[in-house]
């Protein structure tokens, strides 16, 4: 496996916990298989939906507006065959403002570390200048692939289309490693055991990487921080586009409850009402929501308050995009 330097930022935390879990979870069984899959493609294709119907429980937030995946999400699932450790990264956005720059540099360094990458393609759709670049990056480095055609549920119009790209580009670049394709649905789950076939296939054999039990290492404040951005996404869809941002700032844990405090961040003093609502009503609704969902994860009664400030163009502030977590 390669754990290269330039994913040091997504990585770190894995050696940790690797050395941490080796002599918990380290066995014998060198048939066991171990690695990390890449998981790439455009923004809204189904990457989110797709590990949390692979690892059956809510590990990444999944919502209709566009690039709400912001920070890469290492999810694992393991199963008695070995270990896929699951890099999750944003779709490749348009530049805008540092953000983009970030997320762009994030999805496309995601590939060099990995043993293998899934790519997710929506065949409901018309193939992007996105997604094509995706297949010729894929091709250059002749990364073991699997390309999951997804949303086949919504009848699949454009798969031949895709699978033409890959065909026609291959031939024009020499390129000799051909992916292996997988058409199914993230939602309805269909296809999912013959994907999780072929990204076995793909890793190489060696002992488990993380304690069986772990099934996400995304640090617990961002985790929570996703789940109030969902709350807010859910409630706003597109009044509200990309300006806002929620940063954990103290989880204090009780023996009867935890009490979360969080701070939104808005860029404009306008945008503040919105997020607060009339009377309070918006930002007491995604408190509530948040607290549900919240509970039901952690398994304890949560508290969740939250505070809005206004910082001027985040996006633009280093201090306040590493504080955030995108940096
Ligand atoms: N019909 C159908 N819809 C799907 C399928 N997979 C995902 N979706 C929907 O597509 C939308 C986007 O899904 P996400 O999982 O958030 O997409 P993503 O690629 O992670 O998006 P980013 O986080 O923006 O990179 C959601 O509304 C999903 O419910 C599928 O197989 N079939």
Redesign the pocket.
């Known amino acids: 496996m390669r754990l290269d330097n330039e994913l040091e930022p997504v990585f770190s935390a894995v050696r940790n916990v690797i050395n941490v879990a080796s002599c918990a979870a380290m066995t014998d069984n060198t048939r066991q298989k171990a690695g990390v899959t890449a998981v790439v493609?455009r923004?809204?294709?189904?990457?989110?939906?797709?590990l949390n119907a692979l690892l059956g429980e809510k590990v990444?937030?999944?919502?209709?507006t566009?690039?709400?995946?912001r920070n890469v999400i290492r999810a694992i699932l393991t199963e008695e065959r070995g270990q896929i450790v699951f890099l999750?990264t944003?779709?490749i956005h348009k530049a805008e403002g540092d953000l983009g720059k970030n997320l762009n540099k994030m999805a496309r360094s995601a590939i060099g570390g990995a043993d293998s990458v899934l790519l997710?393609l929506d065949a409901?759709a018309k193939p992007w200048q996105e997604d094509e670049g995706w297949m010729r990056r894929l091709m250059k480095d002749e990364t073991p692939c699997v390309i999951l055609l997804?949303?086949?549920?919504?009848g699949g119009d454009f798969a031949e289309e895709y699978k033409k790209i890959w065909k026609d580009t291959a031939e024009e670049k020499g390129a000799t490693l051909p992916p292996v394709w997988v058409e199914g649905?993230?939602?309805?789950g269909d296809q999912l055991p013959e994907l999780s076939e072929a990204l076995f296939e793909q890793i190489p054999e060696g002992p488990l990487l993380f304690p069986e039990e772990i099934l996400t290492d995304y640090p617990r404040k961002l985790n929570i921080s996703d789940v109030i951005r969902e709350k807010y996404f859910d409630r706003l869809h597109d009044e509200l586009p990309h300006c806002l941002a929620i940063w954990v700032e103290s989880i204090e844990e009780t023996p009867a409850k935890w009490n979360i405090q969080a701070e939104v961040y808005v860029e404009r003093h306008s945008q503040k009402g919105i997020v607060i609502g009339e009377k309070g009503r918006l930002l007491k609704s995604v408190q509530y929501q948040a607290e549900k969902e919240l509970q039901e994860m952690y398994g304890v009664p949560i508290k969740v308050r939250l505070w809005v400030k206004v910082e001027k163009d985040w996006r633009k502030n280093f201090w306040i995009l590493k504080k955030l977590g995108y940096a």
Do not use: E, F, R, Y
């Open positions: 493609g923004t809204n294709v189904g990457k989110s939906t797709l990444s937030i999944v919502s209709d566009v690039q709400t995946t999750d944003p779709g997710v409901s997804n949303k086949m549920d919504l649905s993230a939602l309805n």
